[in-house]
């Protein structure tokens, strides 16, 4: 049995608490995580975000209830995951159950779902403001989806050009994990609950939203122009040669232990503004290389890819992966203490990269002064490169939530 709990008020009725538990019986932990953070908080948060380890997926209803029922959120959204993350701690593949409770003054928050039988209507963007509670005053979405019903890739894409918007929301969050096929994962948005779809709450007013994207890659080499490209996914020339014969280059100008990491992960990160004159870590939309024509010397990779777009070679270590989230919390240091954190990571960022649990973690909250912060392993996470909403893989998206300006 396990607890853990943080708690952080802020002057104006601002604050935030987070509790963990590994207790094996879902109602024991559920009881555990609910009291812990009225015991610090008290009750009636005005959003209160929670995941589970799939060791509580048959109580789960039960187990959103019981936080429900003790601490009277104002919104509730959850879901199941392979394994969890708290404060300080990592429970990967045990049972586990965490939640974050947030006080918003002023914050509108809307929360929204879909199914297979009333899905998002993708097709006509128009009618997406009024469904999800989209306005300009909107400062991010937070979504939990089923990775078997869900059109994730379709949805980041329209959700990121919506029409008659000044700037676009950033969508936060993940696929939901555990589950090997359809209607295993569960889904909690309030008092509604669901196998399949999404859930998710729309943040409006004065809040403020930033978001850590550690795709934990630096590239290596030199960026290179794309000068030849075959059905979307495929680059055939790079820079005016073969893409492959491009690569042997580069591999070829690295150390060894570079070159070997080359090998074993082929990663190209695609630029994300190309008005740039430099680019470095945070500039890249990182994917994977997912075949190697050896005849025809082309690449295929998991992105649609156009003649005149800007790549580089991306590598992928513990050190690597290190670094990357080190720099990027640099700059959030410079702003106030989060009243909440949320973080969405891959398992292959845990122990198996790492070598030890609780890296990513416990370093950000060590950074960021020990705030609240809940999260889970996903099997894809949703975050912002540039001005446009992703579906990521092997990577961290860290969510902080600080008090803003009154309109």
């Known amino acids: 049995m396990l607890s853990w709990t943080t708690s952080r008020p802020i002057p104006g009725g601002w604050g935030?608490?987070?509790?963990?538990?590994?207790?094996?019986?879902?109602?024991?932990?559920?009881?555990?995580?609910a009291d812990t953070i009225h015991d610090k908080f008290g009750s009636s948060p005005d959003l209160v975000v929670a995941f589970g380890s799939f060791h509580h997926a048959a109580a789960?209803?039960?187990?959103?209830?019981?936080?429900?029922?003790?601490?009277?959120?104002?919104c509730l959204i959850a879901t199941t995951a392979d394994s969890i993350l708290g404060d300080d701690v990592e429970l990967d593949g045990v049972s586990g159950l965490s939640a974050v409770a947030m006080r918003l003054p002023g914050v509108e928050i809307t929360p929204w779902r879909s199914t297979p039988s009333d899905p998002l209507p993708l097709s006509n963007p128009d009618a997406l403001p009024q469904r999800l509670g989209i306005r300009d005053?909107?400062?991010?979405?937070?979504?939990?989806?089923?990775?078997?019903?869900t059109p994730t890739h379709r949805t980041l894409?329209?959700?990121?050009?919506?029409?008659?918007?000044?700037?676009?929301?950033?969508?936060?969050?993940?696929?939901?994990?555990?589950?090997?096929?359809?209607?295993?994962?569960?889904?909690?948005?309030?008092?509604?609950?669901?196998?399949?779809?999404?859930?998710?709450?729309?943040?409006?007013?004065?809040?403020?939203?930033?978001?850590?994207?550690?795709?934990?890659?630096?590239?290596?080499?030199?960026?290179?122009?794309?000068?030849?490209?075959k059905d979307q996914h495929v680059i055939t020339e790079l820079g005016g040669l073969a893409a492959l014969e491009q690569l042997k280059r580069t591999a070829q100008s690295l150390p060894k232990h570079e070159r070997d990491l080359l090998q074993n992960g082929l990663l190209i990160g695609l630029v994300v503004d190309e008005r740039r004159d430099?680019?470095?870590?945070?500039?890249?939309?990182?994917?994977?290389?997912?075949?190697?024509?050896?005849?025809?010397?082309?690449?295929?990779?998991?992105?649609?890819?156009?003649?005149?777009?800007?790549?580089?070679?991306?590598?992928?270590?513990?050190?690597?992966?290190?670094?990357?989230?080190?720099?990027?919390?640099d700059g959030q240091q410079l702003s106030g203490d989060p009243l909440a954190g949320l973080l969405v990571t891959c398992n292959g960022r845990g122990k198996s990269l790492f070598g030890s649990e609780g890296h990513d973690i416990t370093m950000a909250r060590r950074r960021l002064n020990n705030m609240p912060t809940a999260g889970f392993f996903a099997a894809g996470e949703f975050g912002p490169i540039g001005n446009r909403s992703y579906l990521h893989g092997h990577t961290a998206v860290l969510t902080l939530l600080r008090p803003g300006q009154q309109a």
């Open 137 to 149: 005053q909107s400062k991010c979405m937070i979504m939990l989806a089923d990775p078997f019903t």
């Open 157 to 229: 894409d329209v959700l990121s050009d919506l029409p008659d918007l000044e700037q676009s929301i950033p969508m936060v969050g993940g696929l939901s994990s555990g589950g090997s096929r359809p209607g295993i994962n569960r889904l909690v948005i309030d008092d509604t609950f669901q196998t399949s779809g999404s859930v998710g709450v729309t943040l409006s007013g004065p809040l403020e939203c930033d978001t850590i994207v550690s795709q934990g890659c630096r590239p290596v080499g030199k960026p290179m122009l794309v000068t030849g490209v």
């Open 278 to 329: 430099h680019f470095g870590r945070g500039d890249f939309l990182v994917r994977s290389v997912l075949g190697v024509n050896q005849a025809e010397g082309f690449l295929s990779i998991g992105a649609v890819i156009r003649p005149g777009q800007t790549i580089q070679f991306q590598i992928r270590d513990a050190q690597a992966a290190h670094d990357d989230l080190q720099l990027l919390l």
């Open 16 to 33: 935030g608490a987070s509790a963990t538990s590994g207790h094996l019986d879902t109602a024991t932990a559920a009881m555990e995580v």
């Open 60 to 74: 789960f209803t039960d187990a959103m209830n019981s936080l429900r029922r003790t601490l009277q959120p104002g």
